[in-house]
Every structure is written in structure tokens, then in C-alpha cells.
């Protein structure tokens, strides 16, 4: 269903092709980070992030990540890290196995509340809580991410238990994004 969707919101809107956004006055009144460091952590997998690195690990050795994964990874980028969302679009595009441009596309930019059928800016993604309630036994994490195999669900999860065990410290402060993105977005109208 969405794929068809965004099939023909690019049929009717042909400039989405050349990466404008669906809603080019809520882009207008963002300001995107363009910090090449957080990016690339997040490209690796290695944002501190459970879930996060795990779906980014799935995604450079398989070619694939679950739906919902890519929705968490792309909230993560867009919302938390504020990097442009056309930085995350054009590398899953390079890795996706199952890409399609106006999935891709429209799925972006769903995320950054840019699209047609936007996020509300306030759906952040909480990372923590997404791994929690999707891999409540951190089968999915520890598969992806080795380091965190044997942990309980709990201490996998969580960013700061898993430090101890050579994971990276987490990139940011989810709390504090998660308030400076709600302030920015909500200032912006």
C-alpha cells in the first residue's frame, strides 16, 4: 500500500524526484546539523545506540533492515542527530537490496516531517523504548551487535550498561535531543 502511495505522490509531483521535500516551508524553518562525525557513527552502527547499531550492522552486511528498524534509524537521524534526512535517504538507497526510490523517499521524509503524509514533529523515535517493546529478549541487538550476546535484554539497551563491554559511549544525550529537536520543530511552526 505505501509503495504504491509514494509511486504516485511522485507521478504527481515530479520535483520530489530531485530530492525536494513534499513540504518545502517546514524544511525551510529547519536547520539541519550536517556534522560528518555523528553521521558517520550512525552509518557504522556505532551511535552507543543498541538498536540503532543493530539495524545499521543488518543493513551493510545483509542489504536489508525490518521496516520498523528503519523507522527507528531514521528518527534517530533525522530528529536526534538533525542530520539532513536526504543524507540517510541516498545511503539506504546505496544498500538497500529491496530499495525503491519513492518508498525511500516518501519513508524519509515521513520521518523528518517533511512528507506527504508527515510525522508529527513531536514522533521521536526514543530508542531505548523501540528495542524494549520490539526486542523485549534482545534477540535482534545481540544477533547484530556480538558484543552484547549473553547480556540480559535489560543491559543490552541500555546505552551506558553496555560501555563496559568495548561498546561505543552513545553519541548523544537521547533526553537532551529529544528536548532541543521538540524546541526547534515546535519554534518553526
Known sequence: MWREFYRHILVQWPEL?????????????LAWQYNAELFQAWCKGE???AIVDAGMKELLETGF???????VCASFL???LRQDWRLGAQFFMQHLIDGDFASNLGGWQWSASVGA?????????????QAERFD???????????ELKGLSSLKQHDPMLSIPLGRP????????ERKASLALYSSRG
Open 17 to 29: 524526484n530531485r530530492w525536494k521535500p513534499f513540504k518545502p516551508e517546514i524544511e525551510d524553518k
Open 47 to 49: 551511535t552507543g545506540f
Open 65 to 71: 533492515m525490518h521496516n520498523r528498524v528503519r523507522m
Open 78 to 80: 533525522t530528529k536526534l
Open 117 to 129: 503524509d508527515a510525522a508529527p514533529y513531536f514522533r521521536i523515535f526514543n530508542p531505548l523504548r
Open 136 to 146: 523485549k529478549a534482545g534477540v535482534y541487538c545481540s544477533n547484530w551487535v556480538p
Open 169 to 176: 559511549e552513545p553519541i548523544i544525550d537521547y533526553a537532551a
